[in-house]
């Protein structure tokens, strides 16, 4: 599904070109040209984020995001996830791929072709058959030559010992630099920092199993509040702001993008509880558990429409907040 990066790249247009026409009242009183850091882009929720991010990076677009939790999201940490998971299951073959086309080594689609088209077992067995063969400092050779050896540490060392080696053999820092735009290195940096640490928070440190440090991130990825945060790569200045609506309360800007607007609420499935809780009162009006909404009572079929109404109402309010972010000197909602 590519219409959340196709919205982010027409963003990206229109963001270029009202650098170009757009002028703002400063705090002097006097009119001066529209900057990255007078334009936010606010979503409903985080979900969509990296699309969003995909397009502003390919235009060249400077930008900091909301970081609260989304560590473990990032492009270059779900790099580094998929290579643990590759050394303690190798035939998962989309993780495989996914490591080999990213920095770290950086193989094209005919690499990938030639992998596909190896007789034998899973990706990660071909790559092994095919190591004789392939000219030595190519992608899949580096490859071929690196990943047995940090398989073969992933039992013997604890996380952040192995992530160290991954690092250091790897070249990770200067290869994530080199993808990615000059003004987002430092950001990069950070987070695959960030990630090394996590491991030595993870039981202090001590000898944790590979399986439960990846079990422990997909628990954390789960729990949105415990979720790790992104590094903050710096202040606003000079920066477009991607934020979530929530996480703008209180800012303004003179000109505000609102994007996945047509998002749908999410749909619940099998049972579920309502339980009403009137601010004042001492205990819940009703503590109700129902099921379908094709297999409702009338009784049941009257407090789901109450509570759709409801939630209808907080959208209409977290619509209002959106649309208010916009400076009242000069409004720009897009």
């Known amino acids: 599904d590519q219409r959340h990066r196709q919205e982010g790249g027409m963003i990206a247009m229109q963001i270029q070109s009202l650098l170009e026409q757009q002028t703002v009242v400063g705090q002097n009183k006097e009119a001066r040209p529209l900057r990255y850091d007078d334009i936010m ?39 580094l996830v998929a290579l643990l998971n590759i050394l303690i299951i190798p035939y998962n073959n989309l993780n495989l791929a996914s490591v ?29 058959a095919l190591a004789p063969r392939l000219e030595p400092g190519t992608p899949l050779a580096r490859a071929a030559l690196w990943l047995p050896r940090w398989q073969g540490l992933a039992g013997q060392r604890p996380v952040h010992d192995l992530l160290d080696r991954i690092y250091s053999e790897g070249n990770v820092a200067a290869r994530y630099e080199a993808a990615f735009p000059e003004h987002l290195h430092s950001r990069v940096r950070a987070n695959l920092t960030r990630f090394i640490e996590l491991a030595l928070e993870m039981d202090s440190g001590r000898y944790p199993s590979l399986a439960a440090f990846l079990d422990r991130l997909n628990t954390l990825k789960i729990l949105e509040e415990d979720a790790p945060d992104e590094v903050a790569e710096g202040a606003a200045a000079g920066n477009v702001r991607l934020l979530t609506i929530h996480a703008a309360k209180g800012l303004e800007a003179p000109v505000v993008f609102l994007a996945d607007a047509a998002a749908a609420a999410p749909v619940t499935r099998g049972y579920q509880v309502m339980v009403r809780w009137p601010a004042q009162a001492a205990r819940p009006s009703n503590f109700f558990l129902c099921g379908k909404a094709s297999e409702a009572d009338s009784v049941t079929a009257a407090l789901l429409e109450h509570e759709a109404r409801e939630e209808q109402r907080e959208q209409t309010n977290l619509l209002y907040v959106a649309l208010t972010r916009a400076k009242q000197d000069r409004k720009s909602v897009v």
């Open 41 to 79: 882009i606010l979503v409903r929720s985080r979900k969509h984020v990296h699309a969003y991010e995909e397009a502003l990076r390919a235009a060249g677009i400077p930008y900091v995001t909301a970081s609260r939790g989304t560590l473990l999201d990032c492009i270059e940490i779900r790099d």
């Open 100 to 128: 080999l086309r990213s920095p770290l080594f950086q193989c094209s689609d005919q690499d990938l072709m030639q992998l596909a088209a190896e007789p034998g077992g899973n990706w990660l067995d071909r790559l092994f």
